[in-house]
């Protein structure tokens, strides 16, 4: 690799910093949306239609189905057509998406259909347009900030932006609440659609991209390393981590919502009270996720590898507190730890995959990544929701017991020093 095209992927942009606040508010809008059905719609709106535990974690577990298989392709197109277009087009996915949730949804609240596997495919089938469109938003904003930032401040540029789920995701299960209370159930989706669609619109008219995107598909396949990346070395520990932190997340985030309704004893005919509790639980665990990106990760300045490992000790943490848990005020507290782990954790295996590769590979590594990041969520009903409902309500939080100790002692011991590092980091 010259140093010519070092300097032209990764010279600081004059402009960067308002292109990075659009895709901070594009993610925010994603992270507010997603949190919105997790905590305050799906949930109780399965119970109120009496369809089984696992089909809510089923609905979006083929929806991770999609993002994995899709997240890699649309981080190569990125290369190819760039960042703009391809997030872009992602948010408008995910307004689609909204939006077609939403006419399922009052079809099946409606009774137009009403038979329970009717109403679950057509779920299903909603989310999962966001699986595989959707999908492209995250991988083209990572590699955006990628191409446009020196390797020591890549680590908290990318917290920055990802930051911004974070914040969505503070505040989507309150407004997620008061939209429940005041108008219904289905509200949450109509805003989100709007949103999303007006964020893709900013994105397309207003994010800055003066580099030239590869115009021949041919050439972006054929850069040295981008066939069979995921298997490189230097890469793949860091995919092995963020796909079993999929997993521990996936679990703790869908057994969460139903073990608040069931510790609380919340009705099924009452799901406006069951948003009251998760939303400003979820809250809590998103602002302390910020903490961490935001406050912790720049004042610490950790590597990469240490933020997997220490990241993992609070995720423990949380996950202990909930076996025991019957109080509101215990529940919150987990919350407050997994959101700690999760926004060191993150971070961390995201700037080390980056760091991992050329700058001609940003695109093909953000895919990547992103897939990881929800290639957990296709099985989490299985190791999830089914357990809880059929085995032992307290069995999901000891198999994340026994997920992080192992991801722990995997990121102390298998990703080689200096990997994913940038040169110098203390």
Partial sequence: MSESQNTTEQTPQPNRRGAFF??????????????M???????????????????????????????????????KR?????RRRIASFGLAGYSVSMFLLLLSSWAAVSEFITAPFAIFACLALSRSVFGLIGSGSS??????????????????EIAFITSGFSFGTIVGPAFAAVLVANFGILSPMLITSILAGVMSITLWNFLPENREPVQDASTVETIPGSIGLWRSRNVLPFLTYAVTLSLVTGILTQV????????????????????????????????????????????????????????????????????????FATLVLAQFFLGIGQGLTRPGFSSGASLAVSPQLQGNVAGLVISANGMGYIITPLFGLFLYEFVDPSLPFWICVGLLIAMALFAWKGIEPGVGEAEGSA
């Fill in 22 to 35: 659009i895709l901070f508010f594009s993610l925010m809008a994603i992270g507010a949306g997603n949190t």
């Fill in 78 to 82: 990125s290369n190819r057509y760039g």
């Fill in 256 to 327: 969460f919502v139903f073990a608040v309704i069931d510790k609380l004893g919340i009705p099924p005919d009452q799901p406006e009270r069951a948003a009251i509790y998760t939303g400003p639980a979820f809250m809590v665990g998103a602002m302390a996720v910020m903490t961490a990106q935001l406050v912790l990760i720049p004042t610490l300045k950790l590597k990469n590898k240490t933020l997997m490992i220490t990241g993992c000790f609070p995720l423990l943490i949380g996950a202990l507190i909930l076996i025991p848990a019957q109080d």
């Fill in 139 to 156: 991988p083209a904003a990572q590699a955006y900030v990628a191409d446009r930032t020196e390797p020591a401040e890549r680590q908290s």
């Fill in 37 to 75: 059905l997790i905590a305050a719609v799906i949930p109780p709106l399965t119970r109120t239609l009496a369809l089984p535990d696992w089909m809510a974690g089923a609905i979006f577990s083929l929806s991770a189905l999609c993002w994995s298989l899709s997240s890699p392709f649309w981080g």
